[in-house]
């Protein structure tokens, strides 16, 4: 799989057995240096986490699983926000994908920050503010129309027209 980091390892001893180039690029670990390793090896701050749990839940039921957001670093790798997938394989193997979702996050954080600043200043000034849809739908109204309209309800998504003008004001 491109871009999302692979690797096999054996149930019992947890030992790598696969690993993808993209492990590689996403660690900065030579798979080399990793293959044949156990888990421990190749990442010790795992054991402190619910990661050798699941693999021992995948290997037990046979289902799939997911952490959709993982926080992992150490002393090879530096910090990031990882999504994991769990996938049970045949030979008491476990699959492992790991897709490095760190700049996501982080743009997705900086969005939710610009959004919420974005709001602050739209709820805040003495100017209404509405946002009309193509069909002339209400859509969001900032906090000084609805001091003005208290009876619109943005939720219903009303008319403009007839939402400011029947009756007739």
């Known amino acids: 799989v491109t871009g999302v980091q692979t690797c096999v390892f054996r149930s019992g001893s947890f030992r790598l057995v696969l ?9 900065g670990v ?20 619910e990661v050798p749990n ?3 839940e995948v290997v037990q039921t046979g289902e799939t699983r997911e952490l959709e957001e ?7 790798i530096s910090n990031k926000v990882f999504h994991l997938r769990f996938l049970p394989l045949p030979n008491n193997c476990v699959g492992l994908a790991m897709e490095d979702i760190t700049q996501r996050r982080k ?8 959004e919420r600043k974005y709001r602050s200043v739209v709820d805040n000034i003495a100017v209404g503010i509405l946002v009309i849809g193509s069909n002339m739908e209400i859509l969001a109204s900032n906090t000084q129309m609805k001091k003005w309209f208290p009876d619109v309800e943005v939720s219903k998504k009303p ?3 007839r939402a400011f003008n029947s009756p007739s004001r």
């Open 19 to 27: 690993s993808n180039p993209a492990a590689e690029k996403t660690t």
């Open 54 to 56: 699941i693999f021992m």
């Open 159 to 161: 008319f403009c027209f």
């Open 70 to 76: 993982f926080h992992y670093g150490d002393e090879r």
């Open 30 to 49: 030579p798979r080399r240096k990793v293959l044949g390793k156990t888990l421990a090896e190749i990442y010790p701050g795992l054991l402190r986490t």
């Open 107 to 114: 743009a997705e954080e900086a969005l939710s920050e610009s």
